[in-house]
Nanobody
C-alpha cells in the first residue's frame, strides 16, 4: 500500500522560509513523477511544482517560480519543497502527489496517490 506523508508546514512571517517534506512508503519512487499542489480555503487545488522520474522540473511560473524549489531524494524515498520569500498568499494546505507513470505534471488527474496535506500559514 502506497502512503504519502507530508510534514514541515507551520506558521511563518512574510519573507520567511519553510521546507516541506513528503516521505513515501510502500513503493520505490525512483521511476515515479512527483508533484506539489496547494489549496487555500474556498479555492480549488492548484499546481505548485513537479519533478519527473528523470529529473525534469516545472513550476507554476506565475506564483512560485524563483521562490520555491522542488527536489527529490531517491535514497530517502522523499520529495521536498523549499519555500523562500513566503507571502501571505502562499497560505494553504500543501499536498504532495505521486504519478506512477513517471511524468509529473500540473494536472491533478495525472496523479494516483496523494498525501493528506500540511498547513502552511504566512502572516503579514
Amino acid at each position: 500500500q502506497v502512503q504519502l506523508v507530508e510534514s514541515g508546514g507551520g506558521l511563518v512571517q512574510a519573507g520567511g522560509s519553510l521546507r516541506l517534506s513528503c516521505t513515501v512508503s510502500g513503493r520505490s519512487l525512483s521511476r515515479w513523477g512527483l508533484g506539489w499542489f496547494r489549496q487555500a480555503p474556498g479555492k480549488e487545488r492548484e499546481y505548485v511544482a513537479s519533478i519527473s522520474w528523470s529529473g525534469g522540473i516545472t513550476y507554476d511560473a506565475d506564483s512560485v517560480k524563483g521562490r520555491f524549489t522542488i527536489f527529490r531524494d531517491s535514497a530517502k524515498n522523499a520529495v521536498y519543497l523549499q519555500m523562500n520569500s513566503l507571502k501571505p498568499e502562499d497560505t494553504a494546505v500543501y499536498y504532495c502527489a505521486a504519478d506512477p507513470a513517471g511524468l509529473g505534471s500540473r494536472w491533478v488527474r495525472q496523479y494516483d496517490y496523494w498525501g493528506r496535506g500540511t498547513q502552511v500559514t504566512v502572516s503579514s
